[in-house]
């Protein structure tokens, strides 16, 4: 299994911007797919974005031009800089891998345990 941990939360004025790590315990190379979710309170958990291996994009349409996700292979790390926050993006944010390519979170293999985004004035 891989040990995901993320970093990078804070709060932020709306506006504002944040850039999310996750750093993984072992190579990230050979892993299909690298995932940002969020969770607010009360709601269902939500793909962001995602990227594959082979460098392929994926976004929520509500954060398409804010967010920008990528991956640093050699680092084994993945990042999610975020432009223009809202406060609807107040959530924790969790970074999770999957070995196969797939959008389905139960298909997901390992998860990180979060890092909390608030948007607030």
């Known amino acids: 299994q891989v040990q995901l941990v993320e970093s990078g939360g804070g709060l932020v004025q709306p506006g504002g911007s944040l850039r999310l790590s996750c750093a993984a315990s072992g190579s990230i190379s050979s892993l299909a797919v690298m995932g940002w979710y969020r969770q607010a309170p009360g709601k269902q958990r939500e793909l962001v974005a995602d990227?594959?291996?082979?460098?392929?994009?994926n976004y929520k349409d509500s954060v398409k031009g804010r967010f920008t996700v990528s991956r640093d292979n050699a680092k084994n790390t993945v990042h999610l800089q975020m432009n223009s926050l809202k406060p609807e993006d107040t959530a924790v944010y969790y970074c999770?891998?999957?070995?196969?390519?797939?959008?389905?979170?139960?298909?997901?293999?390992?998860w990180g345990q979060g890092t909390q985004v608030t948007v607030s004035s």
């Open positions: 999770a891998t999957s070995k196969v390519f797939t959008t389905d979170p139960n298909r997901y293999d390992d």
């Open positions: 990227i594959t291996s082979g460098g392929s994009t």
